[in-house]
Structure formats: structure tokens, C-alpha cells
């Protein structure tokens, strides 16, 4: 979740209301623990949900652009790429050449199919030995926190400029 509003801090009523969360290396950027019934309770309580709407709270998604992103540029994060999930049941050999790489060319080709796209990729953090999934709806699912999850979270609220906007594909 991304707040684009900071002259107020939400994450200040997550502690009030002891909400867990993480926060982002980017202001405003943060991710909740993800509990589907206690999302949905939150959302339907008027003072957390007048909140969101005055904090101006954005719940991110993961395009197709946003998973490239991060797919390609993932040594600077220091996780490796796992596997894939799209929609039309295909994985990583959608995108690995024969050696088993990511191939960019087929990564591209992936993004500019308009039919196919991705629900999920999977990573695995070097340093934690945490494997990590995220999913098209932006929701990490992961064992141990680390900077790399702080940097995940940011690439899926603000896209490339959670890399200080340098080289984007």
C-alpha cells in the first residue's frame, strides 16, 4: 500500500490500532500482514475506512510491467528468480532461454502479449534463504523480513522508482 499524501503518517494509527505492518525504505510505502477476514473487518469499519480515504491510502497491483521490472533487475536486490505462474498455466520456460536464464527478449514478449500475463512469480532471498512469492494482487507471502523484502514492497507501491528511477526496461 502506498500513501501519497505524507503530511500525515499512517503507519501512527497501525500502532495505535496494532495492526501489523511493514514499512518500505520509501516514505508512505508499506504492506500490512495479510489476513484476507481482517483486511475485509478493517475496510468495513468506518473510522479505519475514513482513514484510508483521508490519509489518501492507494492498494497496489502487480502489472506485468512492475513484475518485468523487478524479474530483470534482481541482483541488485539480492534475490535470484525461481518461477513464474501466468495465466494460461505456463512458468518459468516462458521466460528462461535454453540455458535456463531469464531472457529479457522472452520476458518483453510476455509483457506485450495482451492475452497472457503473470499471476505470480517466486524468488529466493540470498541472504535470509527465504523464498518469497508474489502475487499479481501485490500480496508477498514470505518467511523472514530483510531489506529485500523492504525494497519488494516498494517496487510493487511505486514501480521502478523504488530503484532511485534508474535504468527501467
Given at each position: 500500500?502506498?500513501?501519497?499524501?505524507q503530511?500525515?503518517n499512517?503507519?501512527?494509527?497501525?500502532?495505535?490500532e496494532?495492526?501489523d505492518?511493514?514499512?518500505?525504505k520509501i516514505?508512505?510505502?508499506?504492506?500490512?500482514?495479510?489476513n484476507p477476514?481482517?483486511l475485509n473487518?478493517?475496510?468495513?469499519?468506518?473510522?479505519f475506512?475514513?482513514k484510508?480515504?483521508?490519509?489518501?491510502i492507494?492498494?497496489?497491483?502487480?502489472?506485468d510491467?512492475k513484475?518485468?521490472?523487478?524479474?530483470?533487475?534482481l541482483e541488485?536486490?539480492?534475490?535470484?528468480?525461481?518461477?513464474?505462474?501466468?495465466n494460461?498455466?505456463?512458468n518459468?520456460?516462458?521466460i528462461?532461454?535454453?540455458?535456463?536464464r531469464?531472457?529479457?527478449?522472452?520476458?518483453?514478449?510476455?509483457v506485450s502479449?495482451?492475452?497472457?500475463?503473470?499471476?505470480?512469480?517466486t524468488?529466493?532471498?540470498?541472504?535470509?534463504?527465504n523464498k518469497?512469492k508474489?502475487?499479481?494482487?501485490g500480496i508477498?507471502?514470505?518467511?523472514?523480513?530483510?531489506?529485500?523484502?523492504?525494497?519488494?514492497?516498494?517496487?510493487?507501491?511505486v514501480?521502478?522508482?523504488?530503484?532511485?528511477?534508474e535504468?527501467?526496461?
Open positions: 500500500m502506498y500513501q501519497e499524501d503530511h500525515k499512517f503507519s501512527d494509527y497501525f500502532k495505535k496494532n495492526i505492518y511493514i514499512e518500505g516514505n508512505g510505502s508499506f504492506a500490512i500482514q495479510y477476514q481482517k473487518s478493517l475496510l468495513n469499519e468506518k473510522e475506512f475514513a484510508w480515504i483521508e490519509y489518501g492507494k492498494q497496489a497491483i502487480m502489472t510491467q513484475f518485468a521490472f523487478l524479474i530483470l533487475n541488485r536486490i539480492g534475490i535470484s528468480f525461481l518461477d513464474c505462474e501466468t494460461d498455466g505456463d518459468r520456460e516462458i528462461c532461454d535454453e540455458d535456463d531469464v531472457s529479457r527478449e522472452l520476458l518483453l514478449d510476455l502479449d495482451e492475452y497472457k500475463y503473470i499471476l505470480s512469480a524468488f529466493f532471498s540470498k541472504t535470509h534463504r518469497i508474489l502475487t499479481q494482487k508477498l507471502h514470505f518467511e523472514k523480513s530483510g531489506e529485500e523484502i523492504k525494497t519488494l514492497i516498494d517496487i510493487v507501491n514501480g521502478n522508482e523504488a530503484l532511485n528511477n535504468k527501467c526496461i
